[in-house]
């Protein structure tokens, strides 16, 4: 019965064990992880386009080899991603229409330009950087189709957060355009970064419960703070400035002090009224118009073949 059930479910995450398919488990926590895990596939699918705009004009072979081979890689997180999303009884179709109708979200960070090749490592540096910090955690979520899909994406993003910080390193090893493209192109990304581990902790409506289910580990403010601390030598060893006037050491907290990033672009992003928002909705469903007649021959073989 019912009561068993819960009971047995409350005892696998006391125990920090993990939730799989054909286990019961509470309406809620299903809705949630469908939430997170569908918005955390259209992020990776929505995230191939700003980095996909430089492909066709990359400066070498050899930056235009890794940077096809990162966002195909994206790709992949997106599929394994709505894959973990099916074992909860969602079909990908179903999801996907709801990113182009815009009644499911992607992250906040797709939504604004790539304006210079710079912009290719800042994304690599800082956006794959916060990706990593965030979702290292979630390997541990309390829910294993999603841990262990995080495990293989985990292993990737680093390899993408090296390709972006070796870019770099070559950028401010050159000349001084690319030193001020390089100093230009942080100054546009960091606050977005910031941003990208959603609102502050008492404007969080999910962290509480998502916490105490095992689906999250450590609370928004917690990961931004650990991705601060991080970053901050690696601009250091840059030599690039973050754009932050209240960002320093703070010996007492053994933390850095920073700045609040402004939530009510934050919000304006999320609701749709971000710098990208309308081009990337618009590439995602001329993709999906285009892709109709491989969808229905796929079906038309799968029946003749039934
Ligand atoms: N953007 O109560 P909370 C990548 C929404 S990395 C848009 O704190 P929660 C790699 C939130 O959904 C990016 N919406 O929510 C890559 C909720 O709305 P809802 C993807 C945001 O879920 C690199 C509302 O605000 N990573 O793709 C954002 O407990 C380069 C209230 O917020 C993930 O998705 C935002 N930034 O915590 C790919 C990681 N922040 O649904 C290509 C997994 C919050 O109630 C190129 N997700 N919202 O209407 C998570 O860890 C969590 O979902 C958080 C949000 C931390 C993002």
């Known amino acids: 019965n019912e009561t068993a059930l819960a009971a047995d479910f409350d005892a696998t995450i006391a125990a920090d064990q993990r939730v799989e398919p054909r286990d019961w488990m509470p309406e809620a926590y299903r809705k949630t992880l469908i939430r997170q895990i569908a918005q955390h596939a259209h992020s990776e699918i929505i995230g191939m386009q700003p980095e996909g705009n430089w492909i066709l004009r990359a400066p070498s072979l050899r930056r235009k080899a890794i940077l096809l081979a990162k966002v195909q890689d994206e790709a992949g997180h997106g599929m394994y991603l709505y894959a973990a999303a099916e074992t909860l009884g969602v079909d990908r179709e179903e999801l996907t229409e709801k990113l182009i109708s815009a009644k499911q979200k992607y992250s906040s960070i797709f939504n604004y330009p790539t304006l210079s090749y710079a912009d290719i490592g800042v994304i690599g540096w800082l956006v794959d950087g916060a990706a990593i910090c965030n979702q290292v955690p979630l390997c541990r ?57 959603g609102p502050a902790d008492g404007a969080s409506p999910n962290t509480q419960q998502s916490m105490a289910w095992g689906i999250k580990r450590h609370t928004n403010d917690e990961l931004r703070q650990r991705f601060v601390d991080m970053t901050v030598p690696q601009a250091e060893a840059l030599g690039v400035t973050l754009p932050d006037p209240d960002l320093r050491w703070n010996p007492q907290r053994q933390a850095h002090d920073f700045g609040e990033p402004d939530w009510e672009e934050f919000a ?39």
């Open 268 to 306: 304006a992003v999320i609701a749709g009224s971000g710098p990208c928002n309308a081009q990337r909705l618009e590439h995602r469903r001329r993709a999906h118009d285009d892709g109709a007649w491989v969808r229905e021959a796929a079906q038309a073989y799968a029946e003749k073949h039934r």
């Open 141 to 197: 979520c309390s829910y294993g189709p999603y841990a262990r899909a995080m495990i293989r994406i985990c292993k990737e993003e680093s390899f993408h957060q090296r390709q972006g910080y070796e870019l770099l390193l070559a950028m401010v090893n050159g000349t001084d355009a690319q030193r001020e493209m390089v100093q230009e192109s942080v100054n546009r990304w960091w606050w977005p970064s910031l941003m990208m581990f």
